[in-house]
């Protein structure tokens, strides 16, 4: 399929000849393949910022023999620019407005996200394609350039589905919970790593099933929806994170996967 800025990808190579590991470099990103048997593919997980410019990029493939021979690859992939739409929202005034103690708060929250989001395991633990974390329809699209009460803008960095406070969440693959704690904006928020740098996020839950440090398997409730933190009403927020970089999640869980 195309590759657009802000939409994650599978790489998938067949080698010429048979190799011991693969590795790939993009944009910036490192990363390792797993090697697909059936198919007979080397495959990896990345992704594009939405700040990423049309054009082509090269891949770097580094590989190496049962020999222990290293062999270097390129490929040259294109990127097209994806157009995202713009809305309007007000939302109380304290989250556009912080007060100096929320700002505290705020900062704190910052310090948790960065320090968790350095602790990343180099291992895939994601296995197969990713599922819906709910059943529902979704309100609001990835990439949507939105203004609160006029000031402060921000970039939606996620995907919200249209549920009930509530309603059952489930983990979209498996992996390691990372974070599972109140944060000002997120309100109750879930993090888990995948593995290879991949996180998803689930914001504003009224209700946790899971603690820091479990590991969750594909489909295990992670938490109840909620309209905690900054939210226009209870809903769930679903972001997807690749090495530093907010992938569209509506994307990810379209993609078929070894």
Known sequence: ?????GSPVVFQVATP???RSLSGTWLGHNFDFSFDARQKVWFALGG???????????????????????????????????????IVLKVPGRYTAPSPEELREIE??????????????????W??????????????????ERVFNGT?????????????????VAAVNRGKVLLARPLFFEGNCVVIDHGQGLLTLYLHLSKFSVKEGDEVEKGQQVGLSGGTGRATGP??????RWQGVYLNPQTLLSLRLP
């Not at 704190?108 to 633990?125: G, I, Y």
């Open 1 to 5: 399929g195309r590759v657009v800025n």
């Open 17 to 19: 000849n048979p190799v």
């Open 48 to 86: 594009a910022s939405l700040e990423t410019k049309p054009g082509t990029y090269p891949l770097h493939l580094h590989a190496e023999t049962a020999a222990g021979q290293a062999i270097s690859y390129e490929k040259r992939i294109p990127v097209q620019r994806q157009r995202y739409p713009r």
């Open 108 to 125: 704190e929250d910052k310090k948790t996200k960065e320090d968790a989001f350095q602790t990343l395991s180099p291992e895939r633990e």
């Open 127 to 144: 296995q197969g394609s990713f599922r819906a974390p709910v059943e529902a329809q979704i309100s609001d699209v990835f990439g949507v």
């Open 152 to 168: 402060v803008q921000s970039t939606h960095q996620g995907l919200d589905f249209r549920v009930p406070s509530g309603t059952p």
């Open 235 to 240: 809903h769930l927020h679903l972001a997807v």
